[in-house]
């Protein structure tokens, strides 16, 4: 059954007034956007604080008074992750690459970036591109299409060049989290030791 975008909407709206819970999650959710609106605008740390802490106990509240839904959401981003761990699918491997090439633009001009991490960067990039550039090298030669997984899993060159790209991603998403972190512990140390 099709719906035009009119009747979508119509629904949308239906469903917020269809059960006293749902109106109060969509004041909890006004409320939310208020709280958003009010720390862009005045940018206080207060609220701020109290803007996280809002949004982090809401999500905490519906963690638990759905846990069951929680669980399955939580079991079934990992099945998804493994899955495609271990079987990899070319159409993912595509939306990676789209990730990769707005990383590297971004890389590009970035002006705040120090420059051995742009050097870090562009060499896992191109590393990349030139193992995607083999991938589809590949696929084209054996005719291969995106939506035919099972014979990625039969050519062991298309799924080790797949399985080494996601792991060189894996390491470069761990590297760029734990520089951040970093970044971030000794921007608040220099706060701390510039108060005291």
């Known amino acids: 059954m099709?719906?035009?975008?009119?009747?979508?909407?119509?629904f949308v709206f239906q469903s917020f007034f269809s059960s006293f819970m749902t109106v109060e999650l969509l004041i909890i959710g006004i409320l939310l956007f208020v709280f958003f609106a009010i720390n862009i605008q005045k940018n206080e740390r207060i609220i701020k604080l109290f803007s996280v802490f809002l949004y982090l106990l809401f999500f905490l509240l519906i963690c638990i008074f759905y846990s069951d839904y929680t669980v399955q959401s939580v079991d079934g981003v990992i099945k998804y992750i493994m899955n495609y761990i271990y079987f990899p699918s070319l159409a993912m491997y595509f939306v990676i690459m789209v990730f990769v090439t707005i990383a590297m633009i971004y890389t590009m001009f970035s002006k705040k970036m120090p420059k051995w991490l742009k050097w870090i960067n562009t060499s896992v990039f191109s590393f990349l591109y030139i193992l995607y550039i083999q991938v589809i090298g590949q696929v084209a030669g054996g005719k291969i299409y995106f939506t035919t997984d099972v014979a990625i899993y039969k050519n062991e060159v298309i799924l080790s060049l797949i399985q080494v790209s996601n792991i060189l991603l894996g390491i470069w998403i761990l590297f760029i989290c734990f520089y951040q972190f970093y970044k971030f512990c000794k921007r608040k140390y220099s706060e701390k030791f510039d108060i005291t």
């Not at 099709?2 to 909407?9: P, T």
């Open 2 to 10: 099709a719906f035009n975008i009119f009747e979508k909407i119509g």
